[in-house]
T-cell receptor
Framework: EAAVTQSPRNKVTVTGGNVTLSCRQTNSHNYMYWYRQDTGHGLRLIHYSYGAGNLQIGDVPDGYKATRTTQEDFFLLLELASPSQTSLYFC?????????????FGPGTRLLVL | GDSVTQTEGPVTVSESESLIINCTYSATSIAYPNLFWYVRYPGEGLQLLLKVITAGQKGSSRGFEATYNKETTSFHLQKASVQESDSAVYYCALGEATGGNNKLTFGQGTVLSVIP
């Protein structure tokens, strides 16, 4: 069974604060993704990676950095958090990134920026 | 760009009643994208419910089914008799390969509550 974990599950920070969201997958998958979901919107892709040291830009990258340190670990960094980044963040992994490939999701991190 | 529109929630249905959640899509760069339904149960991440990669085909899982209709660009999710355990958020998604990556475009999600 595919396993993707995220930490923390909930986070509160202040405007201008520094936040790191962590994601680990134990599926030996090549691809990892960061999404955000806001009320009334579908999940939107922030960044993704196809291997350690690789980073690709998603659809809504502004204000976010990401780093893939190992095949298992993918981090999302908010260096100057803003209230507009209050959201539910999901991490996902997939095996080969093809159009038919299933993505496996973590449980989400709820971030509140005051 | 691509877009997915699905039934506005929340949807409330009584147990053993039938269900349909509508999904229509617009794919700008590919004629026949792959279509998915994902489900998120309370406290969990999204998980694949079903997918169909060939136009005209039907996918099914856990009593749910959806048919890929390229004429109407739709992929509606149906179930004949829902159970309380089906209460969740359902997401329709469109997938296409972009530079080798499976780019998923999601609908906004439909919250389903099943009343016992």
């Amino acid at each position: 069974e595919a396993a993707v974990t995220q930490s923390p599950r909930n986070k509160v920070t202040v405007t201008g604060g520094n936040v790191t969201l962590s994601c680990r997958q134990t599926n030996s998958h090549n691809y990892m993704y960061w999404y955000r979901q806001d009320t009334g919107h579908g999940l939107r892709l922030i960044h993704y990676s196809y291997g350690a040291g690789n980073l690709q830009i998603g659809d809504v990258p502004d204000g976010y950095k990401a780093t893939r340190t190992t095949q298992e670990d993918f981090f999302l960094l908010l260096e100057l958090a803003s209230p507009s980044q209050t959201s539910l963040y999901f991490c996902a992994s997939s095996d080969w990134g093809g159009a038919e490939d299933t993505q496996y999701f973590g449980p989400g991190t709820r971030l509140l920026v005051l | 760009g691509d877009s997915v529109t699905q039934t506005e929630g929340p949807v409330t249905v009584s147990e053993s009643e039938s269900l349909i959640i509508n999904c229509t899509y617009s794919a700008t760069s590919i004629a026949y994208p792959n279509l998915f339904w994902y489900v998120r149960y309370p406290g969990e991440g999204l998980q694949l419910l079903l997918k169909v990669i060939t136009a005209g085909q039907k996918g099914s899982s856990r009593g749910f089914e959806a048919t890929y209709n390229k004429e109407t660009t739709s992929f509606h999710l149906q179930k004949a008799s829902v159970q309380e355990s089906d209460s969740a958020v359902y997401y329709c998604a469109l997938g296409e390969a972009t530079g080798g990556n499976n780019k998923l475009t999601f609908g906004q999600g439909t919250v389903l509550s099943v009343i016992p």
